[in-house]
């Protein structure tokens, strides 16, 4: 088994990132035949309050992740003054580490070979949502990424394309590695009753299970329901996600406003922020799926849809067509119109039974799928390995550390 590390020093508030190491973890421990041991280094604060969705791992403890404190503040000079995490290296290499992964690099000294992911390149593409200092900062760490990882993994095609554009250090080293969405436990006969009852929700509705960030275009929703509504047609859309963008700390208000504005606050939902579980059995219980954002690197909505053969009205852009899920429904994301006659003929066409047999066969596809998943993982760690060079060095460092 190839032991490898995947740093985590970040909290929660990303919810698509937390989803992502979840898949990621199960599908590799869920793979024997991948030949992955996943291994969590974090610090010891952080290290109780792991995502209770990420699956039981090994994890590796080091106070040089716990912010703020002298072995943080160390760890950090060290890394400054030599250009390589010489902290964190010792660490992996006494803890037989062979591929640190989904991370910035050691540095320019280092003997393990690394992967860093780019999920997207939005702060290029969606500028006006992000302060300069802001870009500056993405461009800077990922274009270190760029020129120190062994490979830089990417989400899909069209991040690929953008990381070889805006950063040509990466050409050809970017790995495309399409995440796949495990799914939880089905909320079956009497249970969606209670779910619902407790969630203060009734069938029928669509879900939109997206942050509240300017990106994520939630005002074209509010059009959209608001030109149902004048023509005596409603949908119910529930909203759940986080309502705070550092980018943008008034969105959620001005949306708000426009819900009252267009007088369509009982077809507008929002939750907040929800449990997992909470939130897989409402994405079960739906009619459908909506994400009609202005971008994505891979969405984890779409994927979350596609492992419960759900419908899903889906902004028209690259990666959504990319994603291809079979029962997509596109729309122009800035035609409100398009999607208010998508809306209402995707809850007026709703079928039980189709949708039934639709996740029963989502259901059996679902574990190959993550099987593929995990075992493409593997072809990009171990092509990282390949070289002889790569593995005497991490060998040496051990020997002439440890032994």
Excluded at 110 to 127: A, M
Aim: include cysteine; hydrophobic fraction near 45%.
């Amino acid at each position: 088994m190839t032991r490898v590390a995947f740093p985590f020093a970040g909290g929660n508030a990303w919810l698509g990132g937390v989803s992502y190491f979840a898949n990621l973890l199960t599908a590799l421990t869920e793979t024997p035949s991948c030949g992955i041991e996943p291994v969590i280094v974090t610090g010891s604060r952080m290290a109780a309050k792991l995502p209770p969705t990420w699956p039981t791992v090994e994890i590796l403890q080091t106070r040089t992740f716990d912010a703020r404190t002298p072995y943080w503040a160390a760890r950090g000079t060290l890394k400054r003054l030599v250009g390589t995490d010489v902290l964190l290296q010792m660490l992996l290499l006494r803890a037989r580490i062979e591929v640190v992964s989904h991370s910035a690099p050691l540095g320019r000294l280092s003997v393990i070979p690394g992967l860093s992911w780019i999920p997207d390149l939005q702060h290029r593409r969606l500028p006006h949502f992000f302060a300069a200092s802001d870009r500056e900062r993405l461009d800077r760490s990922f274009a270190e990424a760029c020129r120190l990882a062994s490979l830089v993994i990417a989400s899909s095609e069209n991040a690929r394309e953008d990381i070889e554009k805006f950063f040509p250090d990466a050409r050809g080293k970017v790995r495309v590695l399409r995440f796949v969405a495990c799914a939880s436990n089905t909320a079956e006969g009497a249970d969606q009753e209670i779910i619902l009852s407790r969630l203060g929700l009734k069938a029928p509705y669509v879900l939109l299970p997206n942050q509240f960030w300017a990106h994520k275009n939630h005002g074209l929703v509010v059009d959209a329901l608001r030109i149902l509504k004048a023509s005596g047609r409603q949908v119910h859309v529930v909203c759940t996600g986080n309502t705070h963008d550092d980018r943008q700390p008034g969105y959620f208000d001005e949306i708000m406003r426009r819900v009252v504005d267009a007088g369509v606050m009982p077809a507008f939902t929002v939750l907040g922020m929800v449990s997992y579980a909470d939130l897989a059995s409402m994405m079960r219980l739906a009619t459908a799926v909506l994400n009609p954002s202005l971008f994505e690197g891979w969405s984890t909505s779409v994927e979350e849809a596609k492992s419960l053969g759900k419908s899903i009205l889906l902004s028209d852009i690259p990666v959504h067509r990319e994603q291809a899920p079979a029962r997509g429904v596109y729309f122009d994301p800035h035609d409100a119109e398009a999607l208010a006659n998508a809306l209402w003929a995707t809850v007026t066409s709703f079928d039980p039974a189709k949708e039934r047999a639709w996740n029963e066969r989502a259901s059996a596809e679902l574990l190959s799928r993550r099987q593929t998943f995990a075992l493409e993982y593997s072809k990009i760690v171990h092509e990282a390995l390949r070289t002889n060079t790569s593995n005497r060095r991490v060998q040496l460092a051990q020997r002439v550390l440890f032994h």
